[in-house]
């Protein structure tokens, strides 16, 4: 098997894989508008019920917009050689192999993170926050960034 066929394998699994859960999300959001069912309507309050329909339904689409950005943001770092700069640049810092793997991944991990992060703020401080969830200060959401990636470094991955 040639690499560029390994290439277009990977690129077909994730690309069916993506399609696969959004048809899987469609299909669960179609009941996000359903009544109370019956044998639940003394369990649950109908106004409760309602403001968790429409956080199912918020967090829906939020989720449909993230995971389209991932899907873009990853096809396009695979056809436009991102791995390979990453790689060249962990390689230009060490020709011990345990080494540039564990610079190659950090690499990644960092960039996930901050390209994740705003999605994660917006979910907290729009999405919680519009529904009451939100407990979380502006202060502890930094902090607890700042504490995850020193966890993710003493520990290796997340």
Aim: proline share 2%.
């Amino acid at each position: 098997m040639t690499p560029q066929t390994l290439f277009y394998i990977l690129i077909a699994i994730l690309v069916i894989n993506f399609i696969f859960v959004k048809i899987l999300d469609s299909l669960n959001a179609k009941h996000f508008n359903d009544e109370i069912p019956e044998n639940l309507k003394d369990v649950y309050e109908e106004e409760e019920y309602k403001k968790s329909q429409a956080y199912k339904k918020t967090n829906h689409r939020f989720g449909n917009i993230n995971s389209l950005f991932s899907i873009v943001l990853t096809l396009a770092f695979f056809f436009l050689d991102g791995f390979e700069i990453v790689d060249n640049i962990a390689r230009s810092y060490t020709d011990n192999n345990i080494l540039i793997a564990l610079i190659f991944f950090g690499i990644i991990m960092i960039g996930s993170d901050i390209l994740s992060t705003p999605f994660s703020y917006y979910r907290t401080f729009v999405i919680e926050e519009k529904f009451g969830f939100n407990k979380t200060t502006k202060k502890t959401f930094i902090v607890d960034k700042i504490k995850g990636v020193f966890m993710t470094a003493i520990l290796g991955g997340g």
